[in-house]
């Protein structure tokens, strides 16, 4: 195992009727940005219940927060927080509003662009307190210090670190009105994040490897129960832990990491706006088959332990258990291949000119880089 | 699965060669007390680890904090603390020296004598941060908030709660130098921890099952390796990790606990002075034989994932798993019988006054009085 330093000191703060809570976790003399994405929530009670709870602070709202937040859109959000001088943030809404409020936590005292902090994160100093509601379970950016920024003008998308959520309210009730689709993407997004962290190298942490197994298991035995049902508590609740469980370093601790289903799909998204589970979907069975020699051992285990393929030679097993992936994202009623989406060669060479562009090469050998993100784009056709 | 709120915001430093990082993670400007148990650490090299990284600091040392630490050795370091005016404690040493440091925390900053705070934890007020160089994996009190306290004089001991520690630094290779005996106790401490979060109901929460089977698993994985070998780092390092794991709230999230395993093996330990996780190895498999009509669903579950107990009906399978969990025990070197560390009848008596004395009643229905204590202890003869 790797040596490692592991801290995650958000508050927790999950179940039925928990909303309320914010009267009292927020303290009373701050002057609260209450960020938002679209009006759902003015539908479904959230807002409502928000509302409630905050009576007695002082607070302004910020509306429209996109999926896949935009800069263009944050700017207009850093703007009213320094008018309003607001010292705290409460995102409500799934992975997007938050992920941009982390980036209008630092933005709101930094004299410069907001974009710039992405590009150039060491430029972050101080940071205004963020803490949410989470209503869509998917990134896990409720209790971790990432997020994901997009800027529209350059097709870009990154990722950018700032600070954990001072605390977290986490009621699966919220999540009754999610579309089907978004539900889908947030339990496949929840899938890969697990196995961005574990389909590397056997070996390291037995531990670990049972906990991010433990999560595949309970994803893969709630998502027919959610698909018959989405207002079945003790299903959607399992599905908003596993998704913050699933990202939040519990499963991370001194084991290798890949990330570069991510770092593809992300592409993808910014160059065609795929949503962010449908694209790994896609992009995660094809990495599973073109680094098959390197994951070898790792997709065996994985394959036994989550989809109990254990008969046939170890090839038969290899492509049996990458079948079963794709066949589970299917299940969930997600597209697995580039034609589906109306993707073909030019975005393929666009993502490889990106990598050999950045010079970059990601997963967890290190050896990702533009040729190989191509093989596995094409693996995906 | 029930409403929960979860926050363990302690920094976890893990590996090889991290005891020299106290030089940074502690400011410079405190003064500080190292608290010590025997001196053994003086032998295994890291009593001198510890004194170089804290070159450039202040810091006072109390040696002697004993195992089940008792309130009349605590009362001393706390008149040394209040001298010195410290103003934070590193505990240096396994979980009896860190609870003895919690305790000494709060009661660097109360007017009164220490066990009133056991007593009336309420009283609990300003606290000394606290931080760890764990030097042996069994009770999770390097990332927990948790202590347990003894009173010599009236041959109690209590739980007491306090803070988390700032940071723990556990070193892999610290451990290599742990008696078999007090190995075998660790490893008992953390599978009961677990069981003690898990072997309750079924249905609660299908991932907290799984990372709860996944800890034990590993420990049962683990064990035979650790019996042959004790110096190789990757095992040492996954039963510190579990250790660490069992009781850190981690695998607690929204279910229920049960707990009276520990409270008769405290008595054990309070009245005979028996190793705490020697207690436990006596008293589980005897409230798992007595409580297997209420834990039944549960026993099976576990039987079924750890054990691979999969054939005969469900009394035979019951049976065969609390078979297995004593044997396991015994495996690691330790008794599971009162009768091989010379406990009887007198004993059970007394325990089941006490309990009947203070009105107490444990385990997850609520329902462990002193009459199912004393039928637990007879189990156990």
């Not at 990154?158 to 978004?182: C, G, H, M, N, R």
Request: negative net charge.
């Amino acid at each position: 195992m790797n040596n490692f330093v592991f801290q995650n000191p958000t508050k927790l703060i999950f179940g039925k009727g928990t909303i309320a809570r914010l009267a009292t976790e927020i303290p009373a003399d701050r002057k609260i940005m209450v960020t938002f994405g679209g009006g759902s929530l003015k539908k479904n009670g959230v807002y409502e219940q928000v509302v409630k709870a905050l009576a007695g602070h002082t607070y302004v709202e910020f509306w429209g927060i996109e999926p896949n937040p935009t800069v263009e859109t944050l700017r207009k959000a850093v703007a009213l927080g320094k008018e309003q001088q607001v010292d705290f943030l409460l995102a409500v809404g799934g992975g997007s509003v938050l992920d941009g409020t982390k980036l209008i936590s630092a933005a709101l005292r930094y004299e410069g662009d907001a974009w710039d902090l992405v590009l150039h994160p060491e430029r972050t100093g101080e940071l205004v307190p963020v803490a949410s509601v989470m209503t869509m379970p998917a990134t896990g950016s409720e209790m971790n210090s990432g997020a994901v920024i997009s800027n529209k003008a350059t097709a870009e998308k990154f990722a950018y670190y700032s600070d954990f959520p001072k605390f977290s309210i986490l009621d699966p009730e919220v999540t009754y009105s999610i579309p089907d689709f978004q539900i889908a993407c947030g339990l496949a997004d929840t899938f890969v994040h697990v196995l961005e962290q574990y389909l590397t190298r056997t070996g390291e942490s037995p531990l670990m490897d049972r906990w991010a197994e433990g999560v595949l298991q309970t994803v893969v035995e709630i998502a027919p129960k959610i698909r018959e049902n989405k207002t079945d508590y003790y299903y959607m609740s399992q599905y908003m832990l596993c998704a913050t469980m699933a990202l939040n370093g519990f499963i991370a601790m001194g084991v290798s990491q890949d990330w570069c289903t991510h770092m593809i799909g992300h592409e993808l998204t910014a160059l065609h706006g795929i949503t962010h589970g449908q694209s790994l979907a896609i992009v995660m069975p094809a990495t599973m088959t073109v680094l098959q020699a390197q994951k070898h051992d790792k997709i065996l285990q994985y394959g036994e332990r989550v989809w109990n393929v254990m008969s046939g030679d170890e090839n038969a097993r290899l492509v049996k258990t990458i079948e079963k992936t794709e066949a589970f994202f299917r299940s969930l009623g997600l597209a697995t291949r580039l034609g589906e989406v109306n993707i073909g060669e030019d975005t393929i060479a666009e993502i490889e000119r990106r990598f050999n562009e950045r010079k970059v090469a990601f997963g967890e050998a290190g050896n990702v880089n533009g040729t190989v993100a191509r093989a596995i784009l094409e693996a995906a056709l």
